[in-house]
């Protein structure tokens, strides 16, 4: 059996030697060695057009990330990028949600806890005491409540807040009030203190954190995103925060990523930036997921993860 990888940053040797000891039945071989090879497996993020199109020989395609956005916007450049009848196969939290939660309730508490405020009273040398928020009052939606999201909002609900989760279709969280689809999305929203985005991008998600989403939330929300940057128009953010609409965010994703030098959130002190590291890859989970499905595709055994194309994760 032979899976071949790609990485845009090239580092592959931990991922062959992961793979060696996951399924030694396998080899291993980079995109870059084995352009004209027939394998039975690609592992890849963010792969190059001419890695996926036309291909006949795969049997499935690992996505070495929850979201699939950087395979399947390869087809706005070809409508046949990608291998057809082939599937399309993500990480299913493989330790992500463990990070996600760490991340996304660090940044509720901060802004809960008014630990930004108290800590630009600290560089002015002032000892000012702030009104607390009320926890009963501090309701916090999650838009996204799938494998990552469901389990932040459980987290987040394990705090004491009133916690929303808001889906395509229908879910029934435990401690999480559920909303789903187009209908659901007003009732929502409405009166959100904080609103946390885990929605995977879609046309249907993409620029859905515009003015008129932010200017349903509670005057003074915060926003956590650590989705997608397409999913933000950055601008009506910025206009947002000034106004006051929207007290501040937390952001781990942009539209270019490393955000420019220059670009205006550098230098807005009430936006907190990290460079897309909310839920990391951990090469050992994620080896250790994918050679169990090859395992069970092999044995002809259904596995989990499969993207559905049409709806786009
Ligand atoms: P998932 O299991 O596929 O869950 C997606 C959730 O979004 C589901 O609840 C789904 O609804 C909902 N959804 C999709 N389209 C919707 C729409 N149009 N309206 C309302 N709800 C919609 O994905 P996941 O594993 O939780 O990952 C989510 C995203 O997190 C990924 O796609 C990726 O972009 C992002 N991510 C970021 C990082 C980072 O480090 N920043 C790391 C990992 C993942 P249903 O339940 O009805 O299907
Ligand atoms: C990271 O952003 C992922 O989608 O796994």
Redesign the pocket.
């Known amino acids: 059996m032979k899976l071949q990888l790609y990485v845009p940053d090239g580092r592959y040797q931990p991922w062959i030697d992961g793979f060696a000891e996951a399924l030694p039945e396998a080899q291993c071989l980079t995109w870059e060695d084995s352009r004209n090879e027939q394998v039975d497996y690609a592992v890849v993020w963010r792969p190059p057009l001419e890695m996926l199109r036309g291909r006949t020989d795969l049997k499935a395609v690992f996505n070495l990330?929850?979201?699939?956005?950087g395979i399947l916007s390869l087809r706005d450049t070809d409508p046949d990028a990608l291998p057809a009848g082939v599937p399309i196969v993500?990480?299913?939290?493989a330790g992500?949600a463990a990070?996600?939660i760490d991340y996304v309730t660090h940044a509720v508490l901060r802004y809960f806890r008014r630990l930004d405020e108290y800590a630009l009273a600290q560089q002015a040398g002032t000892w000012r005491f702030l009104k607390p928020h009320r926890r009963a009052d501090f309701t916090v939606g999650v838009?996204?409540?799938?494998?990552?999201?469901?389990q932040i909002a459980q987290a987040l609900a394990g705090f004491g807040f009133p916690v929303r989760g808001?889906?395509?279709?229908?879910?029934d969280i435990e401690g999480v009030q559920g909303f789903?689809?187009e209908a659901g999305q007003a009732p929502f929203l409405d009166g959100l203190r904080v609103l946390v985005n885990?929605?995977?991008?879609?046309p249907?998600?993409e620029n859905i954190l515009d003015a008129g989403l932010l200017g349903k939330l509670a005057k003074g929300a915060y926003l956590v995103n650590?989705?997608?940057g397409p999913h933000l128009v950055e601008q009506d953010l910025l206009a947002a925060v000034q106004s006051g609409q929207v007290a501040g965010a937390t952001l781990?994703?942009f539209r270019t990523e490393p955000l420019p030098a220059g670009h205006p959130f550098w230098a807005e002190p009430r936006i907190t930036i990290t460079p897309?590291?909310?839920?990391?890859t951990l090469r050992e989970d994620s080896v250790a997921q994918i050679a169990a499905k090859i395992r069970a595709l092999g044995a002809g055994q259904p596995i989990a993860g499969v993207v559905d194309l049409q709806?786009g994760?």
Do not use: F
């Open positions: 990330g929850a979201g699939v956005d993500r990480l299913d939290d992500m990070q996600m838009m996204g409540v799938g494998t990552l999201g469901a808001w889906s395509r279709t229908a879910r789903a689809g885990v929605l995977p991008l879609t249907e998600t650590v989705a997608r781990d994703v897309h590291i909310a839920a990391l709806r994760y």
